[in-house]
């Protein structure tokens, strides 16, 4: 597990030196071990499209970590700096993040060396669409094997684009809309699941802030509202993770980093005024409620309750480690701490709620929207009716026996039958607060761990080595 030189860690090798933590404490065999952590397959596709009349080469990759379930599943992201390494460590932590939710999967991550903002729209959609074809030709794509999903870059646009290739060159496939997962909702997509993963990573933070025991351990106070909270990315993830804790829970986001700097307000800013002004002006300069400055990195290093790193990995490494000044560093993120910067953050008693537990909400209800198109139904279609004339009924029935009328809101909420959204968020609520359990009592249970992190990824060694050992190696 020694890592001696002054080079920083690559992604994935930090990814498995924490990995090898929880192997040690866990005393797997050797072989196990390997056979867990090594990357199945990689691999690099390079081809051209025409863009303005010149052909341009792009290159991508598709990494499969581990098939011990299929489909194999995780992101595709766009991105200017994107490599086999950072792919092959991605695809690692989706096996890890599927094992810890039990959500049925394989882990799989893929990318595309791009910056999507010098392209029109329909140059992105030949773009993916020659990706997706290349995927799907070589077998890396396809509703049994190898399901992508939206990641930094991408969203549900591309995802639609994918699936409307797959059916192309597939149409006989049943459950071509299963081959990809974060689709809009009108092509086979799942309400819910734009919000799915900055949603689970409140639900996360709920749950935590449930056991008042790790919340005195962090040194906090009790209770979500009123805690200053940074967040680092104001996308997808950190869009939703930010609005639920501002709208919701009363916290209050007293900064936002960008790429372009930082804003601060200590009264705390408004979630939809910024992502608003975003839009409009394709950064958060000149917002007018808050002090702006250009050195984003240093409002890592603000005074806080919680941290959130919601944009990209190695954000919080050796170099400001030290400087970090919060209690609870969440990571919405993938891999925002570095192994080096873990240990640092560890000596200094900074609680980490690890990123292959807190954003696997993603992941969570990519799993019931391809549930959802293999069984080609809407989730509560059968029901909702039949549960609202029961509510009635009991409504009846209460109204009957006490002699009183209910007030208008205990009508609505006893008749009330839920719909698909209602339900994704009540299962992504379930596994978020279940996996937070299971982490909780192997940190109870087993005095060789302390911190998130190791428990996460012992309990997602343990269900990986269960399959090895039931199913043997083929
Ligand atoms: P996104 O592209 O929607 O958003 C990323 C945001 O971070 C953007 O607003 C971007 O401007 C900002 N950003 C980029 N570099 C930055 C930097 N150096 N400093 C400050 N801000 C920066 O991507 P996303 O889908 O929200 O993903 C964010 C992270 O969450 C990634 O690590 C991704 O792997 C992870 N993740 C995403 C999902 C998902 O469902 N989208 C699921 C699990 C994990």
Known sequence: MGHENNKSLSFSESVNFMVDRALTVLNIDEGISAA??????????????????????FTGWRSVHSSHRLPAKGGIRYAPIVNEDEVEALASLMTYKCAIVDVPFGGSKGGLLIDPSRY??????????RFARELIRKGFLSPATNVPAPDMGTGEREMAWIAD??????????????????????????????????????????????????VQAAGLKPGLGG??????????????????????????????????????????????NVRQHINEHKTIKGFPDATFSENGAAGLEIECDILIPAAMEAQITKENAENIKTKLIVEAANGPVTFEADDILRNRNITILPDAYVNAGGVTVSYFEWVRNLAHIRFGRMERRHDEIRGAKMLQALETLSGKQAEDWMQKEIVYGADELDLVRSGLDDTMRNSYQQLKEVLDSNDKVSDFRTASYVVAIQKLVRSYIDIGVY
Do not use: M
């Open 36 to 57: 867990i952590k090594a990357c199945n397959t990689t691999i690099k596709i390079s081809f051209p499209v025409e863009i303005n009349g010149k052909l341009e080469v």
């Open 120 to 129: 029109t729209r329909d140059d992105l959609q030949r773009i993916t669409r």
């Open 165 to 214: 290739t797959y059916k192309h060159l597939h149409p006989e496939d049943i459950n071509y809309s299963a081959c990809v997962t974060g689709k809009p909702v009108a092509h086979g997509g799942i309400r819910g699941r734009t919000e799915a993963t900055g949603r689970g990573v409140v639900y996360a933070i709920r749950e935590f802030f449930r056991n008042a025991d790790d």
């Open 227 to 272: 805690k200053r909270i940074v967040i680092q990315g104001l996308g997808n993830v950190g869009y939703y993770a930010a609005k639920l804790l501002e709208e919701e829970d009363e916290s209050k986001i007293i900064a936002i980093i960008e790429r372009d700097g930082v804003l601060t307000n200590d009264e705390g800013l408004s979630i939809e």
